[in-house]
């Protein structure tokens, strides 16, 4: 349980103790990344708290929206159109969305233990 | 049929709690396997978060820092440091000038007051000044105020009836020429180097610009100066002659700054 926290860990340690220089213009890019990996990671919690968690789904997932949100961006970049917005409005309400869920599978689970006491 | 179907159904019925009694009892043993690639492909993609996370949070942080020191902004900042010390440096001089020529007009007085010989050249040098603006004008003079013409609505070229800057040239020169010590032009101490321009109605005298009326102080003796502008034909008669309105008051006492007053 404790090893993902601690590989999330690690990963932002890596990512701050890394010294690469992007060009600004891919500054949306990474902003998409940030929301499409939050919105998988939180969609696999949420998978495991309902027990419908599936690890191909999961990883598939993730690289898969992080891919799709990158090309939207790129080719709203190429047209003139902030197709990117796109990305992170959906990423960003699935985000709540799985987030209110967790939030309600926690609480339904903590009053069914006090039940049972 | 009937009697064969009923108890098919409750296989199947049973057969499924089987299944899944069977899926429960399997997982145990899986467990360990099934745990550990989940939670791979879990640290995987917790890694990949947590290093695109730090990654932006370290890119913002550059960008914060970049922006608060951007190389203009700390360019500016040291020009301005420059000139506010230059500005310093600039008061300081002539601070230190304005005390040195006081020491040198005390040891000219000195001298003079020593020896007779040395009085004519005292005043030569005294002279000398007040003709360079360095000291200040003080003393009897004259004033004389040049103020354009009345409109005149027969003429349609104003250029007929305003002042012109060759109009305040003639009248400086002969000034000069009559032995004026000091001259100033609407307050503005002239240099021997000092330089008028028509500017439309105004002319500009060393940058700053002046509109008509123009008054101009000299210090001079009276009589010589005033005589030399009337001469019959000489700077009166030609502005006059040239719509200028020209009026010429003697004073007592003409004041005028030295140029680093100004």
């Known amino acids: ?117 | 049929m009937k009697v064969v179907r009923r108890p098919k159904k409750g296989g199947n019925w049973k057969n499924k709690m089987m299944n899944s009694d069977n899926n429960n009892s399997k997982q145990p043993k899986q467990k360990s396997l099934l745990l550990s690639r989940k939670y791979i492909a879990l640290l995987i993609v917790c890694i990949i978060t947590g290093f695109i996370i730090g990654f932006s949070y370290n890119l913002s942080k550059d960008k914060r820092t970049l922006s608060s020191a951007s190389p203009q902004f700390e360019q500016e900042n040291q020009y301005r440091e420059d000139l506010i010390a230059k500005k310093e440096r600039n008061k300081e001089l002539a601070e230190e000038l304005a005390q040195l020529e006081d020491k040198i007009r005390a040891y000219e007085k000195q001298f003079s007051s020593n020896e007779a010989q040395y009085e004519q050249n005292r005043q030569d040098a005294e002279q000398l000044r007040l003709l360079l603006g360095l000291s200040a004008g003080v003393g009897p003079g004259i004033k004389i105020t040049l103020r354009d013409g009345d409109y005149n609505p027969n003429t349609t070229n104003p250029n007929e009836y305003i002042v012109h800057e060759s109009h305040i040239f003639k009248l400086l020169n002969e000034l000069k020429i009559a032995g004026a010590e000091g001259i100033s032009i609407n307050g503005q101490r002239l240099k021997p180097n000092s330089y008028i321009i028509c500017n439309g109605p105004v002319i500009t005298i060393d940058g700053q610009q002046y509109p008509a009326p123009f008054v101009v102080e000299a210090v001079g003796n009276q009589e010589v100066l005033v005589s030399s502008l009337e001469l019959s034909g000489g700077v009166f008669d030609q502005l006059i002659n040239e719509q200028i309105v020209v009026t010429v008051e003697k004073s007592d006492l003409i004041e005028m700054k030295t140029i680093s007053d100004e």
Do not use: C
């Open chain 1, 1 to 117: 349980m404790w090893l993902p926290l601690l590989g999330l860990i690690f990963g932002v340690v890596l990512g701050i103790l890394t010294d690469i220089q992007i060009p600004s213009v891919y500054e949306n890019y990474l902003s998409i990344a940030v929301l499409a990996a939050l919105d998988t990671m939180v969609g696999g919690i949420r998978a495991q708290l309902q027990q419908v968690y599936d690890d191909k789904v999961f990883i598939s997932g993730f690289f898969f929206n992080i891919i799709l949100a990158a090309g939207l961006a790129f080719l709203g970049v190429h047209i003139g159109v902030d197709l990117y917005l796109a990305a992170i409005f959906a990423f960003g309400v699935r985000l709540f969305q799985n987030i209110a869920v967790i939030r309600r599978l926690i609480l339904t689970k903590f009053e069914n233990r006090k039940l049972n006491k």
